[in-house]
């Protein structure tokens, strides 16, 4: 069974440094990414996705992601968190040609900035 | 335009009740689905729609029945529920863009279940 794999289950930083969560999936085929934010008390986002072509992809809010197809890896990125970023941060997959609602969401990452 | 809309938004059952969790969505997509939010777990699936008339399991779907009548409507039901059920129910829906071909679902704000 396909699996999402988020390595990093809680992250305190400090603001204006920079962020790295890691995404690792299964799936050998054909995916489509996706990282969804959830702020507090609130329900999910979509901060960006990758469907094809250019593996970086830029979100909102300053955020980017890396498909590496060879690592099966899709890592979220942002240079300089602000302590409006404190969130629960959700990597997930859709495997095949993306013609389903159906994603299988990691595990998801908590992550806290300090002002 | 009032996107995915779950009722209701906190729910106390006891051991062994039924109830439904409704979801409704005004986008006309055609694809709609039921995720279970615990901590540490991340989001698992519980049920998904690819169209009136067809539903299919997802990772975790012991426990829990959907239909789907119409395309707007995609409830939830607990037939029998227990405590392992208490969770935050999230329902999501999503079309495929027919320029882009992104599928990219839109969630409700969640429905909070507690099950004594």
């Known amino acids: 069974a396909q699996s999402v794999s988020q390595h990093n289950h809680h992250v305190i930083l400090s603001e204006a440094a920079s962020l790295e969560l890691g995404c690792n999936y299964s799936?050998?085929?054909?995916?489509?990414l996706f990282w969804y934010v959830q702020y507090p008390g609130q329900h999910l986002q979509l901060l960006l996705k990758y469907f094809s072509g250019d593996p970086l992809v830029k979100g909102i809010k300053g955020f980017e992601a890396e498909f590496i197809k060879s690592k099966f890896s899709f890592n979220l990125r942002k240079p300089s968190v602000q302590w409006s970023d404190t969130a629960e941060y959700f990597c997930a997959v859709r495997q095949g040609s993306g013609n389903t609602g159906k994603l299988i969401f990691g595990q998801g990452t908590t992550l806290q900035v300090k002002p | 335009n009032a996107g995915v809309t779950q009722t209701p938004k906190f729910q106390v059952l006891k051991t062994g009740q039924s109830m439904t969790l409704q979801c409704a969505q005004d986008m006309n997509h055609e694809y709609m689905s039921w995720y279970r939010q615990d901590p540490g777990m991340g989001l698992r699936l519980i049920h998904y729609s690819v169209g009136a008339g067809i539903t299919d399991q997802g990772e975790v779907p012991n426990g829990y029945n959907v239909s789907r009548s119409t395309t707007e409507d995609f409830p939830l039901r607990l037939l029998s529920a227990a405590p392992s059920q208490t969770s935050v129910y999230f329902c999501?829906?999503?079309?495929?863009?027919?320029?882009?071909?992104?599928?990219?679902?839109?969630f409700g704000a969640g429905s909070r279940l507690t099950v004594l």
């Open positions: 799936y050998g085929g054909t995916v489509n």
């Open positions: 999501a829906s999503s079309t495929r863009d027919r320029g882009t071909g992104a599928n990219v679902l839109t």
